[in-house]
């Protein structure tokens, strides 16, 4: 890697941090497209292994402010992430025996489905006060094995599907759904990272610059954020359109 390499990957960080910071998730799924076709990365695995490492301290930060706020329910929050560690380090196994065609084509996919539920209308409604019980549990396990073996298998946060299954399991508000699955993000990246680390598929300088980038998107997006309040659906639609035309680009170079 050049200084010019790591300078785009750092402004690539930029980027995520401050649509993560907007929008609140979907962002991440971007990075490894970036590190791809606009870093210079020419191993698909490389780049999801240093990818994930980024979300996962990203998502990490979050989680820490998250839980001053108040805003994470820890029970039902590490009761998924617990669950989906293990699918998160099988996930992993298995995308690296693939050929990195082929993962990239089921990458394309899963972007496709991200684009199409920020879509979708989101309801805030639900208890704000929700605690775990058995019942919960024997919900929360199944979702979150399944959703850590989606993380994994193809290195992203996946907080589009941990937040709505952690609402569909507890019956929590999208705000603490949103808080919580971030335990989860945080954990299924570091785990599919140092799975790829192991095998030597993770860039340092890249996952450096990235980081530093992303801390620095992340708090120019707070007034970005503020002022998109009024158009919020408007942006996140328009976001989202960005993602699924992503995904058509990183569809045809894998085919």
Do not use: E
């Not at 050929?99 to 489905?113: K, P």
């Not at 705000?175 to 799975?195: E, I, M, P, R």
Request: one cysteine or more.
């Amino acid at each position: 890697m050049d200084i010019g390499q790591l300078l785009i990957a750092g402004l690539g960080g930029a980027l995520i941090g401050l649509l993560l910071s907007v929008f609140g998730g979907g962002g991440s799924v971007l990075a490894t497209p970036l590190l791809l076709y606009v870093v210079g990365v020419r191993d698909p695995h490389v780049a999801i292994g240093t990818s994930a490492a980024a979300v996962s301290v990203n998502a990490l930060v979050g989680l820490t402010l998250q839980a001053r706020a108040g805003a994470v329910k820890w029970p039902c929050a590490l009761t998924f992430a617990g669950a989906g560690l293990a699918g998160a380090l099988l996930g992993a196994d298995l995308a690296k025996r693939l050929n990195g065609a082929t993962l990239l084509l089921g990458f394309s996919g899963v972007m496709a489905a991200i684009a199409i539920s920020m879509l979708l209308p989101r309801k805030s409604a639900g208890d704000p006060a929700v605690r775990l019980t058995p019942t919960m549990t024997l919900k929360l396990a199944p979702i979150g094995l399944g959703t850590g073996l989606a993380a994994g298998f193809f290195g992203i946060g996946g907080g589009f599907l941990i937040a709505p299954g952690l609402m569909a399991a507890t019956g929590m508000t999208l705000a603490n759904a949103a808080a919580s699955s971030l335990a989860s993000v945080a954990l299924f990246g570091a785990a599919t990272s140092l799975s790829y680390a192991a095998a030597g598929l993770v860039n340092g300088p890249i996952f450096l610059a990235l980081i530093i980038g992303g801390g620095a998107g992340a708090v120019a997006g707070v007034p970005v954020a503020r002022a998109l309040a009024t158009r919020a659906t408007l942006a996140r639609r328009a976001f989202a359109i960005m993602v699924l035309l992503t995904a058509v680009y990183v569809a045809f170079k894998a085919l």
